[in-house]
């Protein structure tokens, strides 16, 4: 009964709003899952992956032998380039392409982390100014259809102190220090003991998502996984990649 009105909705859904292809924003048949001219195949992170930066070992700049801090590794499922990319950019406006990405990143996240069992799977927070602005948190909404994919509860575990500069023209140092004391954990959550995956849509250097760890993991939690939609190549490597399009 429930799948049948489920059914229902989807179809009346799709007819008031027609559905978009999730990389370019073309309106695309029912049923269809893109608009056939837009693929994210070369966009995919294809194994063997390093577990410090989630890319392929051939794109890894890692430093060698030095472990990592407060988070025990990071996976996604594309490179972010291209029509991913686009897509990216979508979901950070309207948060359309959300049942897409969350469906590749699940898909991925059995293939990266199937052999663990989680407790919670958490967010990274927004500021209430950016919230407010945007109306919605990109990053909590992957995380919400992520546990409606895999049944491990979501949960709220973070919260933003403090407004922080936009990060994506800052160097890797002024990154670490811009996020510093931004993050903790919100009132009420107790996340020790607990095995967490952590979501977020872009991971690029990788300063906020440990800044956010490690305020869990001071908490007690007992490890803390990372998950995203989309891994920037390093400088170079991304700015040839590019070069195709």
Known sequence: MRKGLARVRDFLTDLIYPPRCPYCGRVIAQGERTCGSCTARRWRIADPRCTRCGRNKRDCTCPTGRPLKYYQGVAAPFYFGGEVRSAIYRLKRSCDPVRLMSEEMYRTFREVYGGLTFDRITCIPMSRRQ?????FNQSRELARALSRLSGIPFEELLTQRFQTRTQHRLTAEERRANVLGAYDVRRGADPEGMRILLVDDVFTTGSTAAECAKMLCFSGARSVHLL??????????????DKRE
């Open 228 to 241: 995203c939609a989309a891994i920037t190549l390093p400088e170079k490597r991304e700015y040839r990649v």
């Open 131 to 135: 919230r407010r602005s945007r109306g």
